[in-house]
T-cell receptor
Framework: DARVTQTPRHKVTEMGQEVTMRCQPILGHNTVFWYRQTMMQGLELLAY????????DSGMPKDRFSAEMPDATLATLKIQPSEPRDSAVYFC??????????????FGAGTRLSVL | AQKVTQAQTEISVVEKEDVTLDCVYETRDTTYYLFWYKQPPSGELVFLIR??????QNEISGRYSWNFQKSTSSFNFTITASQVVDSAVYFCALSEEDGGATNKLIFGTGTLLAVQP
C-alpha cells in the first residue's frame, strides 16, 4: 500500500533552533505539497512542487522557511530559526498530475512540531 | 474568491444513526473539484472522494454517500448507520481548474464527528 512518509512524527525544539522535516512522496508522483494545520488557521498551503521545481511558495514565511526537493524521493521543509508560533502539524501530500484529470492529493501522517 | 464553509463544528450521534455533514463552497470558476478528507484521531488525512463540477450525480460507497448540488453550491456527505470508527474530523476541500499549474486545496474548517457507542 503506497503511502507518503513523513519524518519525524513528533519534534520538540527550543526557540531559535533549526528544524528540518522530511517527506518521501509516493513513488511516481510528480507533485508535492506542504500544508500546515493549526487550530487558528486550519489547513493552509505553504509550498508546492511539480517535477521537483517549486511552483508556489506564497503561503510560506520567506524569512525563516525554506522548502526543497533534492531528488524525486525526498522533499524537505526547513525552519530556521524556529519560533513558538511555528508550532503546528505539518503535512506533506503528493499527487500525480495527468491532464486533464485533476490529481488527488495523498497525505502523510504529519509532523507535529512544538517550539518551546 | 474561493471559500469552503463547514458550518457544523461538532456533531455527536449515537451508533447506527445516520449523519450528514454539510459543505458549502464559493468559487468563480466553472470548472472545479470538490473533495472530502477524513482525519481520524491518529492524525493523518485520508482521501475519501473527489468530484468535478460537471458531474452532479450523487455517489454512494458503502455507508458513505455524497450529494452534490451546484444550484446551492453544496457538497454534503452522509454516513448511514454510523459506527464508532467513523469518529473523526471531516474536511471538505475545493480545488479550481487553473490550467493545471496549481492544484491547491482550499479546506473548510472541518467538522468533528463523535459517534457514541
Amino acid at each position: 500500500d503506497a503511502r507518503v512518509t513523513q519524518t519525524p512524527r513528533h519534534k520538540v525544539t527550543e526557540m531559535g533552533q533549526e528544524v528540518t522535516m522530511r517527506c518521501q512522496p509516493i513513488l511516481g508522483h510528480n507533485t508535492v505539497f506542504w500544508y500546515r494545520q493549526t487550530m487558528m488557521q486550519g489547513l493552509e498551503l505553504l509550498a508546492y512542487f511539480r517535477n521537483r521545481a517549486p511552483l508556489d511558495d506564497s503561503g510560506m514565511p520567506k524569512d525563516r522557511f525554506s522548502a526543497e526537493m533534492p531528488d524525486a524521493t525526498l522533499a524537505t521543509l526547513k525552519i530556521q530559526p524556529s519560533e513558538p508560533r511555528d508550532s503546528a502539524v505539518y503535512f506533506c501530500a503528493s499527487g500525480l498530475v495527468v491532464r486533464p484529470t485533476k490529481n488527488i492529493q495523498y497525505f502523510g501522517a504529519g509532523t507535529r512540531l512544538s517550539v518551546l | 474568491a474561493q471559500k469552503v464553509t463547514q458550518a457544523q463544528t461538532e456533531i455527536s450521534v449515537v451508533e447506527k444513526e445516520d449523519v450528514t455533514l454539510d459543505c458549502v463552497y464559493e468559487t468563480r470558476d466553472t470548472t472545479y473539484y470538490l473533495f472530502w478528507y477524513k482525519q481520524p484521531p491518529s492524525g493523518e488525512l485520508v482521501f475519501l472522494i473527489r468530484r468535478n463540477s460537471f458531474d452532479e450525480q450523487n455517489e454512494i460507497s458503502g455507508r458513505y454517500s455524497w450529494n452534490f448540488q451546484k444550484s446551492t453550491s453544496s457538497f454534503n456527505f452522509t454516513i448511514t448507520a454510523s459506527q464508532v470508527v467513523d469518529s473523526a474530523v471531516y474536511f471538505c476541500a475545493l480545488s479550481e481548474e487553473d490550467g493545471g499549474a496549481t492544484n491547491k486545496l482550499i479546506f473548510g474548517t472541518g467538522t468533528l464527528l463523535a459517534v457514541q457507542p
